[in-house]
């Protein structure tokens, strides 16, 4: 796909890894709506220095656990930039307000992490299709995780969110065939939670082959691989580790 004024929604882009993917994609040529829960600020910096690249951007607030903005985050897309040819389903969460063990099971925990890392980006996958397919091509990524095939029992339900996400990958590369190709992405270490201690850091990047963590920007260039070059491409969960799950 050539990715020069094609339009791209990231969501969970204000920061980190979503960030590191818009800027990518900006640099590409695309032009860029990123979707912020909370971090306005963080998003009204990003957009600008998208805007400062040459490419339109516009941010988008919605509450993803919120089914109600599922519809809007597309049309408002649409509405603002044209049209839509490129959906990144990145924003996740990964703390809940209790344990994430099955000992400490909360309905209401576990409904919010579906809504979130799953639902979401089936509705939003659902609401843009038809734009997916206007133009001929349209392109589908999902940000997975490796830890959905060695699920951690502490963080149980992010874990089961994720291994449905690649389910759910997998089902659209198969539904949406042959204009839209949907693709998955599963990151290991591409930027550590705040709340992990130095001694968590340094056993987690033990575990690597390449001894390294990973980068946003890494996990970026991926996704803008699969964008721009894999037209051949589809139904693939594709590890960027560093070799983590090969253990």
Known sequence: MHLLNKVALITGSARRVGCAIAFELADAGCDIAIHYGHSHEQA?????????????????????????????LITDTVQQLGQLDI?????????????????????????????????????????????????????????????????????????????????LTLGLAKALSPLVQVNGV?????????????????????QVPLKRPGTPVDVAKLVRYLVEHGDYITGQIIPIDGGRSLR
């Not at 009204?44 to 809007?72: F, H, P, V, Y």
């Not at 550590?192 to 968590?200: A, D, M, N, V």
Request: hydrophobic share 40%.
């Open 87 to 167: 959906l990144v389903n990145n924003a996740s969460t990964f703390l809940t307000t209790s344990p994430d063990t099955i000992e400490a099971f909360d309905i209401q925990a576990w409904e919010k992490m579906l809504r979130v890392n799953l639902l979401s980006a089936a509705a939003l996958s659902h609401f843009a299709e038809p734009h997916l397919k206007a133009n001929g091509i349209g392109k589908i990524i999902n940000l997975c995780d490796i830890a959905s095939q060695r699920p951690w029992p502490k963080h149980l339900s992010y874990c089961v969110s994720k291994g449905a996400l690649e389910t």
């Open 44 to 72: 009204n910096m990003a957009c600008a220095q998208i805007k400062d690249m040459g490419r339109r951007c516009i941010t988008l607030q919605a509450d993803l656990s919120d089914s109600s903005t599922w519809e809007s």
């Open 186 to 206: 599963a990151p290991g270490i591409a930027e550590f939670p705040t709340e992990f201690s130095e001694e968590t850091r340094a056993k987690l990047i033990d």
